[in-house]
């Protein structure tokens, strides 16, 4: 922490990068700053400002599993607002969570024009824990607090000042704040703790209850409504209640998986073992070959990300429908209000849809996303050899081919990657990066800065069957359709899955995908696997040519192409095959179905550790949370691991492989050793 004097004025600068947290020491020497301001009669007013880029990012997150070292944070904010000089907060940047509390509690705030201000804790499953949902009420109104504090997204420096919540923007911050903060000098200073309670809480309230009843909103927002009801004319009194929910909210399973997500996002980006000197490549245009479904999702991604873009197709109508549909989806976002026509208009003009892979040869990156078949990708792989630059980067998006026997139809397999995008790619967040046995280390750091170029978090996996998420999606169908044979039914397995917290059951969820693509998987795995089948009813299903929402019928029936509606025939046919097999069919919990579904994820991700296929289990628990539905709350499988404690998973898996199919269930031998070390797949994240 700096602190300068200008003249009179003490210039407080937070300065603890990168994002300038309120960790117990910038905390402690605050303190020390705000008690020897207060005491020393040459100083009339006081500036807190950011260093750097931005004000402050808010509490340090990563002291919340730990104990509370003292100064604590409200308290500070407390002693800051009690201050008897006046206390201005210079805003630059990103003004978020405790720190926005900080700002709150100063006497006046200024911003500059490009400051974003938010109280972002719900979405870490917390509420304002610092006064934040006491004084920004009383500050704003409590509409419009409830509004920041229940969506936790930023407003930027002219609504701030439109609510209120600053005083001045002003583009010469440094200079302006002093200004501010003689003024404020000889006028009485303005506590917002001490404002009178907001005319619209009540209103405010009861609407946002009534919200919360129609959209059953997370226990934090239940919280932050509830904190904000009981504001009293006592300050004190609100507060109290404050710090009780935030503690309670610390507590819960789901803030706990939505921290280890906030942290597991950034953590992924860190390749082990990779040197900081490699050079970052600049990929600037981009080519992509195919132009389904996959393609154009594709290429929408690089295009809303300012890339130039080449698609290669040799069918003339699929090119054509590529153009529609990208053409189509970014006007679309023009008549939303998300982007104006000049933004759409260089999008149109960076795209080039060509027919012949010569069309390839300036790109940086090329990435292939055509039929699902090793020979098929042979020919475009020997072609683009020749069609590309030497230092061209090639990727594929297959999502189960063998990367190694595709990169070895090029001559220098090290510039071949997998780039494995989620459909619809315009949207997913998840690119897995697939390391082949020959990729050259800088492609891996190349393909993970394009990833986030694009919007996306990139996960590095290592090459087999599936890699790291289909190969872990394998072992949970594998439960699913045994659970079918042995008593459930579609729907309840849905309905239990998503009542947990995935977004689809995985029923709907092979609907959706098209079971056609599962049944050819099946049917070549049949052949590389045959030691591990499948229950034989999803083939059954695909033998009616029941391929899901495509075919209006899958495991459910689809009159309107999207809505599953529950079929008596599938019931029958479930129950039909049972019988045929002579499986007694029982009653099986909806505890079971999520037991032994995640049981079946964590088992595989472990054996995934084992063989280094994933670097550590933050990248299966991220692989999970941004391309498979699985709730953020509940933090991915590996963390759901750690919350039912290896012992207990290593002893069910162990009952598990001696029933029915156990040979689907022998435990890995990683998690037998962390259980009797006592330790936690969380000791290998670091
Ligand atoms: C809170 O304030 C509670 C209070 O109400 C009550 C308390 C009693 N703490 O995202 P980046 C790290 S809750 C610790 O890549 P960007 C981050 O892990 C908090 N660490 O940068 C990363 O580390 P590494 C409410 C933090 O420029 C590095 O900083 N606040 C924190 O893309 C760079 O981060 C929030 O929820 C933190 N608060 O984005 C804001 N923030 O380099 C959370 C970041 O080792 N933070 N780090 O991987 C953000 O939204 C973004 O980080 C921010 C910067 C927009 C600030």
């Known amino acids: 922490m700096q602190l ?111 400051a974003r201000m938010a109280l972002p804790e719900v979405l870490l499953g917390l509420l304002p824990g610092a006064g934040g949902t006491q004084r920004l009420p009383r500050l704003i109104g409590a509409r419009a607090a409830l509004k920041m504090m229940l969506d936790g997204a930023p407003v930027d420096a002219s609504t701030a000042l439109a609510l209120g919540l600053v005083d001045l923007i002003a583009g010469d911050l440094a200079v302006a704040a002093l200004e501010m903060a003689r003024q404020a000098a000889t006028d009485q200073i303005r506590r917002t703790g001490d404002l009178p309670l907001p005319k619209d809480l009540r209103e405010a309230v009861l609407d946002a209850r009534e919200n919360l009843s129609k959209r059953s909103l997370s226990p934090a927002q239940a919280y932050i409504i509830d904190s904000v009801a009981v504001m009293d004319e006592l300050f004190s009194a609100g507060q109290a209640v404050e710090a009780r929910l935030f503690t309670t909210l610390l507590a819960t399973e789901a803030s706990r998986g939505l921290r280890h997500a906030f942290f597991g996002e950034r953590k992924v980006a860190r390749i082990p073992g990779l040197s900081k000197e490699i050079n970052q490549r600049d990929i600037k245009r981009v080519g992509v070959v195919g132009g389904g479904v996959m393609g154009t999702g594709i290429a929408i991604a690089l295009l809303n990300a300012g890339l130039d873009v080449t698609i290669v197709d040799l069918q003339p109508e699929v090119r054509a429908k590529a153009e529609s549909t990208i053409r189509t989806t970014i006007q679309r976002d023009v008549n939303k209000g998300r982007i104006d026509q000049r933004i759409a208009d260089a999008r149109f003009a960076a795209l080039c849809i060509a027919d012949d892979l010569s069309a ?98 990139g996960v590095i996996s290592g090459v087999c069957d599936g890699f790291i998420g289909n190969r872990i999606f394998e072992e949970y169908l594998r439960q699913v359709y045994f659970m079918l044979e042995e008593g459930a039914l579609p729907q309840q397995i849905d309905a239990a899955m998503e009542k947990w917290g995935m977004a689809m059951g995985p029923c709907r969820t092979m609907d959706l995908a098209g079971q056609d693509i599962g049944w050819a998987i099946r049917k070549r795995r049949a052949v590389q696997n045959p030691e591990r089948p499948y229950s034989g009813i999803p083939d059954r299903i695909c033998e009616l040519g029941r391929f899901g929402q495509k075919s209006g019928k899958g495991f459910y029936l689809y009159p309107d192409g999207r809505t599953a509606q529950v079929d008596p025939e599938i019931e029958q046919l479930i129950v039909g095959y049972s019988d045929e097999f002579g499986i007694e069919r029982r009653e099986i919990s909806d505890e ?46 590996m963390f759901q691991a750690d919350q039912i404690g290896l012992p207990s998973v290593f002893e069910q898996l162990n009952a598990l492989a001696q029933g029915r199919n156990g040979w689907a269930w022998t435990p890995s031998p990683l998690i037998g050793r962390l259980a009797a070390g006592g330790e936690s797949f969380e000791s290998l994240n670091q």
């Open 4 to 114: 300068n004097y200008h003249q009179d004025i003490l210039e407080i600068v937070l300065d603890n990068p990168p994002v300038n947290a309120l960790g117990a020491a910038s905390r402690r020497q605050l303190l020390e700053a705000l008690d020897s301001a207060d005491a020393n009669s040459c100083v009339s007013a006081i500036v807190i400002r950011g260093g750097g880029a931005l004000f402050s990012g808010g509490a340090d997150i990563s002291e919340f599993d730990k104990p509370w070292l003292e100064p604590g944070l409200p308290g500070l904010v407390d002693r800051l607002e009690r201050c008897s000089k006046p206390v201005v907060a210079a805003i630059h940047g990103i003004c978020y969570g405790g720190g926005l509390e900080l700002a709150l509690a100063c006497h006046r705030r200024i911003a500059s024009p490009a």
């Open 360 to 457: 390839m040869s300036r790109v940086d990156l090329v990435i292939e996303a055509v039929f699902e078949d090793i020979e098929v990708k042979k020919k475009v792989f020997t072609a683009l050899d020749q069609h590309t630059r030497p230092d061209a980067i090639l990727a594929s998006n297959t999502s189960t081919l063998d990367l190694d026997v595709i990169a070895a139809f090029v001559k220098n397999p090290s510039r071949v990657i997998g780039l494995h995008f989620f459909s619809p790619a315009n949207i997913m967040k998840l690119l897995e990066v697939v390391r082949g046995r020959e990729t050259a280390p800088e492609l891996l750091v190349a393909a993970m800065a394009f990833a986030k170029r694009i919007g996306k978090v």
């Open 592 to 637: 079971e179905i999520i037991s032994r579904c995640l049981l079946a994820m964590i088992n595989e991700g472990a054996k995934i550790l084992e063989e280094g296929i994933a670097y550590r289990p933050i990248d299966i628990d991220m692989t999970y949370l941004l391309g498979y539905g699985f709730a953020r709350e509940r933090g991915g499988p």
